[in-house]
């Protein structure tokens, strides 16, 4: 058994003289969280700009929904993917389950609802300002969109890397929907779990130590950005 | 209202036909009827919440009426080209260039003129040093005439003005006053709202004056300054507030 502090050390060493193992989980864990974000993205953006823009029967409910899936439970988005996605379910068929596909649809349903409600409240403040203006240019609602995305684009960032910190960090959807199979869809948070429980401590220290790296970085790219928003922006 | 075509020698530019607003239950604007000509420039003045802002809103289509309609006689019914200058300049969240780039594209203009167009508009407003600074940084007096370039790109028929100079020093009322006359020159219909009575008398070649809600009085500058129909028109003249 190592001690906590030669744990620490090898863990230093696997990530300097790039493991292959660790650099294989890592890049894993990054191909399917950068491919979940870039697919909330693409979704929640138009569709929070949407909400914020036009008035709808039902509009306040589908406010209330995004809200509250903000915080949905990771498990929970984990099991409902799985049950689509299980052999008896609706989705069976595609055989995605315990794929890197299967982690990255649990973590867009965990993300959407994040990018979809914080897109909503920066357009709509944007558009409770603008919407005079873009009325007397005779701008369609639909031509609005990119315009108050565009004008949203630094709170928007922030947005996002919240959304990818929010998918690089969880372990409860892939651990269900990945199965944390070894060089399949074994990512940094499943293999941490794995890790420590099999007592490997060097290996589990080493990707927490990247994983804090990566929020670290996440959080300083978000303030550098609402900085530099700030200052050109006024 | 004593009179619905003072000061419409030329040929009619907009009617008003009864208009009325009405908003959570408030009779905002009541039973405007009045006739615009095509040339010149109508300023519109009156006490506070008497509906200014509200009627040049729904002259420009921001605001629909309750009831009553609008009807432009040139462009057969349809509004012609217009813009709208705000009391507080709305600056989209890009450089100044592109604030103008931005109001051309959205009306349709061919990408390749729209640099050139919005360089000489800038240029003619004196903003050519600061195109590429962010909108929103530069000051109140340059933003309020960023906004005017913004129009004078668009190439309007009818410029709205919602008290374009009530938050600026002298300098860039002065600024704003050339601009507007700048506009008049080219043939642009002026319709704007001030508190200034000097400045109506300089931009002013007729005078739209509301108390209420309603139309008092519809007259032409000079008479409406120097001896106005209505009571109320003369109250407000001389000074005394209107209620």
Redesign the interface.
């Known amino acids: 058994m190592l001690s906590e502090d030669n744990a620490f050390i090898t863990a230093l060493q696997l990530i300097l003289s790039l493991d292959q193992t660790l650099v294989g989980i890592v890049s894993l864990s990054m191909q399917v969280s950068l491919t979940a974000v870039l697919i909330a993205s693409v979704l929640g953006l138009p569709l929070g700009a949407a909400v914020a823009l036009w008035r709808f029967p039902g509009r306040g409910l589908v406010i209330v929904v995004l809200n509250a899936f903000m915080g949905l439970p990771p498990v929970v988005a984990g099991l409902v993917v799985y049950l689509l996605l299980s052999r008896a379910g609706p989705l069976g068929e595609l055989g995605l389950l315990f794929t890197p596909s299967a982690m990255v649809i649990a973590q867009v349903l965990l993300i959407l609802p994040i990018i979809a409600a914080l897109t909503r409240q920066h357009t709509e403040e944007r558009w409770e300002e603008y919407r005079e203006q873009l009325t007397s240019f005779r701008v369609s609602r639909l031509r609005s969109i990119p315009t108050l995305l565009w004008d949203a684009r630094f709170a928007l960032m922030t947005v996002i890397l919240a959304g990818f910190g929010r998918a690089s960090a969880e372990v409860g959807a892939v651990m269900i929907v990945g199965g944390n199979i070894d060089g399949v869809t074994r990512v940094m948070t499943t293999a941490i779990v794995l890790e420590t429980n099999k007592g490997d401590l060097p290996l589990a220290l080493g990707l927490g130590l990247i994983l804090l790296l990566l929020v670290a970085l996440i959080n300083a790219g978000a303030f550098l950005i609402s900085e530099e928003a700030k200052r050109r922006l006024g | 209202m004593n009179d619905m075509h003072a000061a419409s020698t030329s040929a009619p530019l907009l009617t008003l036909d009864k208009v009325t607003f009405r908003h959570r239950g408030q009779t905002l604007l009541q039973n405007i009827s009045l006739t615009l000509s095509s040339q010149g420039s109508t300023i519109v003045m009156g006490p506070n919440g008497a509906g200014k802002s509200l009627l040049m ?1 729904i002259c ?3 605001l629909t009426p309750t009831s009553g309609r609008l009807h432009w006689h040139d462009t057969g019914g349809r509004p012609p080209r217009q ?2 200058v ?1 009391q507080r300049p ?1 600056m ?3 450089s100044a260039i592109a604030n103008v780039t ?2 051309l594209a ?2 349709g203009t061919c990408w390749r003129d729209r640099k050139p167009l919005a360089r000489e508009a800038l240029e003619r407003f004196g903003l050519t040093d600061v195109a590429h600074r ?1 909108a ?2 530069l000051s109140g007096g340059e933003q309020q005439r960023l906004a005017l370039a913004r129009a004078w790109a668009l190439r309007p028929a009818v410029l709205f003005l919602d008290e374009p100079t009530s938050a600026l020093d002298p300098a860039a009322i002065k600024a704003v006053e050339d601009a507007v006359t700048d506009f008049g020159r080219v043939g642009t219909r002026i319709i704007m709202n001030t508190h200034d009575i000097s400045q109506a008398k300089r931009l002013g070649d007729d005078v739209l004056f509301l108390c209420q809600g309603r139309v008092v009085e519809h007259n032409n500058a000079e008479s409406f300054f120097l001896a106005p129909r209505t009571r109320d028109a003369s109250a407000f003249v001389r000074g005394e507030l209107v209620w």
């Open positions: 809103r420009h289509g921001l813009a709208m705000f709305v989209l969240r890009r931005y109001a959205v009306q962010p929103r940084v």
